[in-house]
């Protein structure tokens, strides 16, 4: 059974500072998906990881993926206020058409 | 553009009632699925579907029924609510073709409160 897992849950850090948020995942997969939700709205996807060493940027988000370890990192490079909300990874289990996710980071990045 | 469409975003049950959150999507995706999220844990696979009359289990499917008799529509019926099943409820889509992502389309979330 896959299993996702996410550190750390909660995250509060300073305007202008560097953090990675990381998912680990327990069985075969090759797909990787980030997505960001706002208190009281949807998930909005940020990256799709469809490779071993995919790497993806937007912004100040990188997203990489490394299917040997079985992780996922979300780097946050010189963090700003607006990315304050909650990121969750989901992995597509192989050979299945179930998405897991895991439990996301509650990201708060103070002014 | 629609994309995916939940009714209703609101709704509260008494416990033993019974209701149906309704998804639509009008991307001709073959995948549909719906999810549960509550504090602390994430989202949480309920059911899903890979195309018309095709549906299959999730993490947590006791309590809930689907049925899938056209591409655009994946409703999700509770039969008899009960107080465990307060949460928000997503409907999620997207093509499931090997040439394809799999990125998931979420809906806006429909708050469901069972008293």
């Known amino acids: 059974e896959l299993k996702v897992e996410q550190n750390p849950l909660f995250l509060s850090m300073q305007e202008g500072k560097n953090y990675t948020i990381y998912c680990n995942y327990s069985?075969?997969?090759?797909?990787l998906y980030w997505y960001r939700q706002d208190p009281g709205k949807s998930l909005e996807s940020l990256f799709v990881?469809?490779?071993?060493?995919a790497v993806k940027q937007e912004g100040r988000l990188m997203a990489s993926l490394d299917t040997k370890a079985r992780l996922s990192t979300l780097h946050i490079t010189a963090a700003v206020h607006d990315l304050s909300a909650t990121y969750f990874c989901?992995?597509?289990?192989?050979?299945?058409?179930?998405?897991?996710f895991g439990t996301g980071t509650r990201l708060k990045v103070l002014a | 553009n629609a994309g995916v469409t939940q009714t209703p975003k609101f709704q509260v049950l008494k416990t033993g009632q019974s209701m149906t959150l309704q998804c639509a999507q009008d991307?001709?995706?073959?995948?549909m699925s719906w999810y549960r999220q509550d504090p602390g844990m994430g989202l949480r696979l309920i059911h899903y579907?890979?195309?018309?009359?095709?549906?299959d289990q999730g993490e947590v499917p006791n309590g809930y029924n689907v049925s899938r008799s056209t591409t655009e529509d994946f409703p999700l019926r509770l039969l008899s609510a009960a107080p465990s099943q307060t949460s928000v409820y997503f409907c999620?889509?997207?093509?499931?073709?090997?040439?394809?992502?799999?990125?998931?389309?979420f809906g806006e979330g429909s708050r469901l409160t069972v008293l």
């Open positions: 999620a889509s997207s093509f499931r073709t090997r040439g394809g992502t799999g990125e998931l389309f």
């Open positions: 069985t075969t997969s090759d797909r």
């Open positions: 990881l469809l490779s071993n060493g």
């Open positions: 989901a992995v597509l289990s192989s050979g299945t058409y179930k998405y897991i």
């Open positions: 991307m001709n995706h073959e995948y």
């Open positions: 579907s890979v195309g018309a009359g095709i549906t």
